[in-house]
């Protein structure tokens, strides 16, 4: 089984900083739903930044889509097929209407406008959105605009989703959304989260961020058992 994403060995540190990843290594493959937790602060986010060339690591390697990428050049394509949904919302959004901004990928990757508004209304459907198409976007919950952030990105039809805390500061109710759609989709996912019981709904496994090294969690530790 060929690997979609692979990291290994990755050390990062931001200047000035003390090192945030020491020898970090995942993979991602078909069809693995990946949990990434971990302290506050420890890396995740910085993580996911790397995998998409959003950050170069000091040391290590990313193999994406079978390719070992370094330059800029070589991440273009890792960002068109890895579909990054960020932790704050409002990072993603930013048209008047919730039409423009998720037929802003396909538009941008040639779409016509009739075809770009099919895909928003397709995609809406998916996230349990239908008809907010003429939606005032910053005028949307939390929990829409989340929904709304992972629309743009499925609209750009990716190989892979990368989710940073999907329901962060969601209720209940759209959270048990969130991990449905989720759960509906075909694309492997690596999603950041301190939730265990969206850990244990939807992902297959999970893997501990500290000291800057992922690892299988202790089962016996309490983390492990999902406090985050
Ligand atoms: N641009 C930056 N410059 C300097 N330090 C940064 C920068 N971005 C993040 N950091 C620091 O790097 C560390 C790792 O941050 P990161 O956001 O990756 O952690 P995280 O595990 O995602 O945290 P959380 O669970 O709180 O979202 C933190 O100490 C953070 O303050």
Redesign the pocket.
């Known amino acids: 089984m060929s690997l979609l994403l692979e990291g290994t060995g990755l050390h990062f540190t931001?200047p000035h900083?003390p090192p945030?990843l020491a020898g970090a290594d995942l993979t991602l493959g078909p069809g693995d739903r990946l949990a990434i937790t971990?302290p506050?602060?420890?890396?995740?986010?910085?993580l996911l930044q790397i995998l998409v060339g959003l950050l170069r690591p000091q040391a290590g390697r990313v193999v994406a889509f079978g390719i070992e990428r370094h330059a800029e050049a070589d991440f273009h394509e890792v960002r068109r097929r890895v579909g990054y949904v960020f932790?704050d919302p409002d990072d993603q959004l930013f048209c008047p209407t919730v039409a423009e901004d998720v037929a802003f990928g396909p538009l941008n990757l040639g779409q016509s406008r009739a075809q770009a508004l099919e895909t928003v209304a397709r995609v809406l459907d998916v996230v349990g959105l239908a008809g907010f198409e003429g939606r005032v976007t910053h005028k949307l919950s939390g929990g829409e605009k989340r929904l709304v952030s992972l629309a743009c990105v499925m609209a750009m039809d990716p190989d892979v989703l990368l989710l940073d805390?999907p329901t962060n500061a969601l209720d209940e109710e759209t959270t048990a959304r969130m991990e449905a759609v989720l759960l509906s989709l075909p694309q492997a996912m690596i999603v950041?989260s301190?939730d265990p019981h969206f850990r244990r709904k939807v992902v297959t496994r999970t893997l501990r961020?500290q000291g800057g090294r992922l690892a299988a969690p202790d089962p016996t530790c309490r983390h492990a058992r999902g406090t985050g």
């Open positions: 931001y900083r945030v971990g506050n602060g420890a890396g995740k986010s910085t932790q805390e950041v301190h961020l």
